[in-house]
Structures are given as C-alpha cells and as structure tokens.
C-alpha cells in the first residue's frame, strides 16, 4: 500500500468519526454513553451547570438532553474534568509506569506531563525510548518533557552527557512537549552554548520550556525568562512566585513527597488575579504518599480545606496546564473535549467515586479496570537491567584522614548549610561519614565528606535512588558497613539497604535501572515502610524520610553544600571544599 493510499485512508475515517460525532451532538443519533442529570464543572465559566453529557468516540459530543446506547445517573454527584499533573518525574514513584497509572487512576488522574530525566541519567537517550515504550497505550495519558540537563550540572558524573543533538529528534515525537526544566540555570544566565542550544531546539519545535530556578531573582530572572523559560515549580514562597509571576512564568504549584509549597502558595490559588497562572504538580511522588493521600486529588483537598474557592481549584487541577501545554482537547467539560471524568462526592472532599477515561469506565467505587503493561522492546528492557558498573569496594575504598567539609541538614528541607569541617565520624555529635560512589562507567570514583542531622547510630545505609545522576549513596559510621552496603546495592542491580556489622537488615530492591521496581505498589510500599522503620531504629531522626532525604544530598543544583562523586561542593560558590 502507497503513502497516498494509506493517508487517504487515514483521512476517510477521521471524517466517517467526525460525520458520527455531528449526528450525535445534533441530537439525531445515539450517543455511546450518556451520563444523565449530570452536575459537572464548567471550568470556562466558572460554574456548576446540571444537565446531560453525551459521549460518543471518546469524546464529548453534547451537553443538553441526550439518549445513549449506556446511560448512567449522576444525580448527587459532581463530575470535573480529569485531573492533569503538570510536572512529575514518573520514577519517583519507584514502581513501573503501569503500576503507577493503577495507583493514581483512581485519583482521577488521566494525564500527566513526565520529564524522565532520572532515568535518561542512567540510560541516556535509552532511558527516553525505555519510558515512552512502558507508556504507551496506558490509561492516563503520558506526555513528555524532554530532560534538559544530563547531566544536571558539569559538576556531576552521570550515566550519559546529551546535548542538543542527541535530544533534536524527540521534539517530533507525538507525545513530547517540551524541554524540561532548565535546572542549569547558572549555565543559562552565562550564555553557556550548551544550554541555550537545547531551548533554540525547543523553541525552533515550537515546544515550551520548563524552569527551575528558585529563590532567582532581578536582572538574572530577566535574563533566564528571556531565554525562554515560561514556568516554575520551585517557588517555595510566595516573594519568589510572584517575581516570577510578574514576568510572566506560569506557577506550577508543587505539593509532592519530597516539597511542599501549596501552604506558602495559596495566596496564589485563592487570589481571582493570579490563580489562572497556576496549575497543580507532585514533582515527586513516592509510595506510601500516593497510597496514604492520593494524588491531584489530594492537593484540591488541601486547597480547600485551605480557602480556596472550589470550582477554581478545579480550574487550577485541569484547565490551566491544559492550556499551558497546548493540550486543547482536555481539561475541560465541553463538546469535542477528550470524555476524562473525575466523578467526585462533593467539592470539599474530592473523594473520587468514578473515573471515565475516553468514556471508557476505567474506574468505579474501588473496583478498577485491568490493562496490561506495555511490552518494552527487548534491548531496553536488557539494558535497563544492567546498570551498575563499578569494582567491588572494601573499607580502605572509604578511608579518610583529611578534613572534608560536613552538609548541614535542615530539618523538613532539602536545602542544606555549611557546617564547617570534620575529620572523622562523631556519633555523639552526629558527624556521619557521606560517600558517593560512581557506578556507571566503572571509574573508581568516590567523593567522601561528612554530614550533621541524620543521626544514624549504627550500621549504614545506601541506595542508587541519588538525584540526578543516581550514583550510589551511602551514609554510615563505619567504613566497612559503607562497603557492605554499596556491594549490596550493586549486587541486586539497584535499591535501598540497611545494613549493620555486615548484615543485611532490610533491602528494597529497584531493579529497573537502579530506580523502579517490576513489584506492585503495595509491596513496594510494605518493603519501603519497613525499611524505613529499620532505619529509624538505627536512630535516624523520626521527622526524617532516611532513603528521599538521602537521595537529595547529591544533587549539586540546590544550595548550599552537596557531595558528588569528586567531593564536597558549595552549590552558591560552584566550588569544592
């Protein structure tokens, strides 16, 4: 068959579908479902309407008084829009892509925008052609930003080094809309050709640009929005989001497992000036916070709780990064729209009864529909699996006489302080020994440092869960439980341990690339929560998430002080110590 014969064919049937969908919204033909006397969100006139919704095709053909093939009572019911994230990272959740769309469908989820640059860390560009593959076809839309920094600093040693080239090609992709947050923001304000090369191949796409960029202000704000970065989800109060907002970025409101900005930004949300420039995002999303609160869902309960006005919460959890992403089709209730419902109780709770998605029932009182995973080609699914490269390390690997600088933990933040130096472990104290240990290319490279308020008291702990480029991480106070327990991590290709005196204690295994799991979420979540409860045995402050509070302290993009794979370094000075 021909190019033209197949896009004729193509053309045919879409106008065969339209024809059908005209016929239906006239009221002269059937609809395939029809939910009656429904009251639902009308978030373009920001009001409750009541009457019928008529679904043919997947989409929306009517409101009005219609006849379907199903028809379903909504009566005492409220039926929004399906619910979008506008920016999480997918392998935060620790599970694969199919277990997490289980997790969050009955949230009332149906699209999430997903920069994969956790794994694009490990992986490269395979890790971008990996989480496309384990998407497609799921039932909760899976769009994509295509990560910007890997990786996320010079300073770092990562799995892959991709510049604009390597990631030119994705823009074309059907389900990619954008570069991804631009945590290079040094790199953007010094007219750095690397990075500014990745946003001309976006915009020359006609694609968005997301930022990160927080507490940036002044002429150097000026200069990283003139680059062309439109949004931020790193306002962590409300002086820096507005800066933002006056010129003219678009505020993801952030509230994830690891941060927390609603509170702080919920003069934001309740404001009838600024709220249409924000929409609602998780960031990171870790187990036992989307089996304990929910998801998109959860945050328009806190809004609520909080002040905010409903149906404009709704807005600000649907319409808004609709519109931002150029998604044209959904986060709205109106004919031609995607038929995703999020079907709730009322608009102070949010407890999601029913979700359609393309007016398919995916969703219904705690009974959800089953799918199967996609199936990932077979050399991804190979590489994914093979991801640790380094030598077996022994105590003398850990060794350390000199003084090295000690990362400050601030209780609730991922912020750190500048705490002086340390010459070695000091439980009573709480002077901890801290190593990054490279394991992607097998270059025997270990930054060592130290660090305060943790409190472990015995034993280590480790995980290849260490943002961005997921090295392995590992925090002890002895150099050979150190060793122990990084053999460990390699030894299950990836994961969380706890060890003490040269036992293992409790171990999570994520053997997808060093970061997710083939288990469901539940059993993930059982093995984390006991993880997590060794930890804290072992004398780990009971405010703290041992394993998501560790994992952030190699990220060399959030002041003050980090530790790579080539030591202690000043995030604010770009220098080591």
Known sequence: MSYNETWSGMISRRVIDKQEMIQVAAGRKKADLVLKNATYVNVFSGELA????????????GLGEYEGNTEVDMTGKIVCPGFIDAHIHLESSLVSPAEFARAVLPHGTTTVITDPHEITNVMGTDGIDYMMAATEGLPVDVRFMIPSCVPASAMDESGANLDYRDVDSFFDHPRVLGLAEMMDFPGVLSANAAAVSKI????????KIDGHAPGLGGKDLNAYIAAGVYSDHECADIEDAMQKLRRGQFIMIREGTAARNLEALMPLVKSDKYFDRCMFCTDDKHPNDLLEHGHIDYICR???????????????????????FLLNNRGAIAPGYLADFAIVDNLKNFNVQTVYKEGRLVYDNGLAADFP???????????????????KLSAEDFHETRRKGVIGMIPGQIVTEDRGYAEGVDIENDILKIAVIERHKHTGHIGIGYINGYGLKAGAIATSVAHDSHNIICIGCNDED??????RIAANHGGIVVVKDGEVLSELQLEIAGLMSSRSLT???NTLEHAKETAHNLGVGKDIDPFMTLSFMSLPVIPTL????????DVISQQYI
């Open 50 to 61: 009541t009457e019928d919704i008529a679904v043919t095709g997947g989409l929306i053909a």
């Open 200 to 207: 001309v191949a976006s915009q020359s796409h006609h694609k």
């Open 302 to 324: 806190r809004a609520v709780e909080m002040g905010a006005d409903p149906i404009q919460t709704v807005q600000v959890a649907c319409l808004h990064a609709a519109r931002y």
């Open 373 to 391: 995973a996609p199936e990932i080609p077979e050399h991804l699914a190979k590489r994914a699996l093979d991801t640790f490269h380094l030598p």
């Open 482 to 487: 150190m060793a122990f327990a990084a053999n």
């Open 523 to 525: 059993e993930v979540n």
């Open 562 to 569: 980090r530790l790579t794979t080539r030591g202690i370094f």
